[in-house]
Nanobody, 124 residues
């Protein structure tokens, strides 16, 4: 069992930055690939970033590439999403997720463990 807790959300003006954290606990977390997903009001949830177990592979959606950076520190059991140059369109609840395989994955149904989410609001 893996328990995930997101933090770092909040309200920011457009152009600003936030860093989300995902603290993990549980057995073998360091063997898992991780991802960040977001769900905007009235819309479906979709992946924005993913990272492999050893950080040798990362992926960013076209909407956030060049502005967001995904990383993880296995020694601290924490994954991060550095979000720069935020836009109102980035307003959403952000979720972290883990899958019991080391390889990077962007398909939502492949993820087994989910956090409760942290809200990000970007004003224009």
């Amino acid at each position: 069992q893996v328990h995930l807790v997101e933090s770092g959300g909040g309200s920011v003006q457009g152009g600003g930055s936030l860093r989300l954290s995902c603290a993990a606990s549980g057995r073998s977390w360091n063997n898992y690939a991780m991802g960040w997903f977001r769900q905007a009001p009235g819309k479906d949830r979709f992946v924005v970033a993913a990272i492999s177990r050893d950080s040798d592979s990362t992926w960013l959606s076209a909407e956030v590439a060049g502005r967001f950076v995904i990383s993880r520190d296995n020694a601290k059991n924490t994954m991060y999403l550095q979000m720069n140059n935020l836009e109102p369109e980035d307003t959403a609840v952000y979720y972290c997720a883990a899958r019991e395989v080391s390889e990077l994955e962007i398909r939502e149904y492949q993820y087994k463990y989910w956090g409760q989410g942290t809200a990000v609001t970007v004003s224009s």
